[in-house]
């Protein structure tokens, strides 16, 4: 996972882990006989327009179970590479509340990014949820350790434009425009295969998948609307070319 540059400031770095993550462990207060302990489980990860998370939760789990009683969470997104020590790399400790959504955008946001999910996202079991942060802490490295309020995060509102835009900027791209998602891929993020296709926008940038793989792009500026996209896009395909060259 490459991570935000280390100049970058502490609320921008946590929520470039937020939008890189594909995983995360959800900390919730086990309800089991009462036992009122700390309980830790593994979850998919997505984040809404404005980069809050986002899980897709079954009633069944203890998790959700846990969440019903006790809507107070704690999500851990660890960001370091392969090839670091585990320790050494970024990872933000995001404290806040969930609670269900329903918001089919969203919904098909978190599966585009998350394919697999698309065979039981539409059970009658299943719900979306949505954290509300409330504060987070990071570790970037040696001297880089903070405690961050809400306000530092920067994860609201999101741009309705973009949010409602979405879905037809990722269907024409993923059906007109293959070539220059995989020259973006190949030339810009340095990434191997091609079929790379487009998962998600936001107003930071945009994600990709190619199988298992999942893969983070940045846009030169903020974006808010199909428009903006599209001027982004075009601009990262022409500078794509240019390195073929």
């Known amino acids: 996972m490459k991570q935000p540059k280390p100049s970058a400031p502490p609320g921008a770095v946590v929520k470039d882990l937020l939008r890189r993550a594909e995983t995360a462990a959800l900390a919730t207060t086990l309800q089991r006989g009462g036992a009122q302990a700390p309980y830790a489980s ?59 959504v329903q918001d089919q955008a969203l919904l098909d946001r978190f599966v585009a990014r998350h394919p697999s999910a698309a065979t039981y996202a539409g059970f009658g079991d299943f719900r979306l949820y949505r954290i509300a942060p409330e504060s987070a802490h990071l570790v970037a490295g040696f001297g880089q350790i903070h405690w961050l309020a809400e306000a530092d995060l920067g994860l609201g509102p999101a741009p309705a434009a973009l949010a409602a835009a979405e879905g037809g900027i990722l269907a024409h791209m993923n059906e007109d425009h293959t070539d220059a998602l995989d020259l973006i891929a190949g030339r810009i993020l340095r990434l191997d295969g091609q079929g790379w296709r487009l998962v998600g926008v936001d107003p930071e940038g945009f994600d990709l998948r190619l199988g298992r793989s999942l893969a983070r792009g940045s846009f030169e500026k903020p974006i808010h609307d199909a428009e903006s996209c599209r001027v982004e896009l075009v601009r990262l395909t022409k500078a794509a070319r240019r390195r073929a060259d």
């Open 42 to 100: 593994l979850v998919l990860i997505a984040s809404d327009h404005a980069g809050a998370p986002l899980l897709l939760l079954s009633d069944l789990a203890d998790h959700s179970k846990n969440i019903a009683a006790d809507p107070r969470v704690s999500l851990l997104v660890d960001g370091h590479r392969p090839e670091q020590e585990p320790l050494t790399g970024a990872r933000t400790s995001l404290q806040g509340q969930a609670a269900p």
